[in-house]
């Protein structure tokens, strides 16, 4: 099964329908994940050591009408076409320097079923050498700010300097923690699986994932694979200890 195609079949398990009932125009999901394909094969750039570099954040342009039909499943599409890109990536042999993003805007030019795509490369957010170094983006403002109730965020420290917490927000309904160029925040830690675990929101709690990490997830000190998030919980992944608060 193609990429394309497990990106339709996770779709419709998805929304059951709802989507493609909602939308009345020409616009299918599938067009757009299409043109995410494309826009990386065009954009491709081969760069040091051979690696082929392509842009990891993307700005699908809708007319004013499909936007607002699409506002209810936003971030669920976003979130897929998202995981369509990792796949392609891994599949044609990409490399991504930074989290993957979708996300969706209007533009008044545009008439209803058509769209257009904007690519750019940013930098994900990494802790190394006690810091967290923070990405220049291009992201809204708006968008950057917690969308959570109560803040939801990390106190990030290592054990080479466990007192140094460092904050980082949960600004998006999953954030994706690893080694990884492409992960939301990347962890400098040979202790840590490129993909190693993911913060879901999910209603108004957030819920710790293990993917499957060769050294597994720990919270205060017992291995996990899922876990609902409370305030104060202790994640140890490697060397790295993330503390996680909600006002």
Known sequence: MGVLQRFERRLEGLVEGAFARAFKSDLQPVEVASAVQREMDDRAAIVAQGRTLVPNDFVVELSTTDNERLEVYADSISHELANLAREYAKEQGYSFVGPVRVRFETADDLAVGLFRIRSGVIRGATVEQDEIRQPVSDVPAARK???FGGRPRLLVSTQ????????????????????????????????????????????????????????????????????????????????????????
Do not use: W
Request: proline share 4%; net charge negative; aromatic share 4%.
């Open 145 to 147: 700010s917690s969308a």
């Open 160 to 247: 080479d300097d466990p007192q140094g917490q460092r904050s980082y927000e949960l600004t998006t309904p999953v954030t994706l923690l690893g080694r990884g160029t492409d992960c939301d925040l990347r962890l400098v830690d040979p202790g840590v699986s490129r993909h190693h675990a993911e913060l879901r929101v999910e209603g108004q709690q957030v819920v710790l994932v293990d993917l499957g990490s060769t050294n597994g997830t720990f919270v205060n000190g017992q291995p996990v694979r899922r876990i609902e998030m409370q305030d104060g919980t202790r994640v140890t992944l490697g060397r790295t200890t993330l503390v996680f608060k909600r006002d």
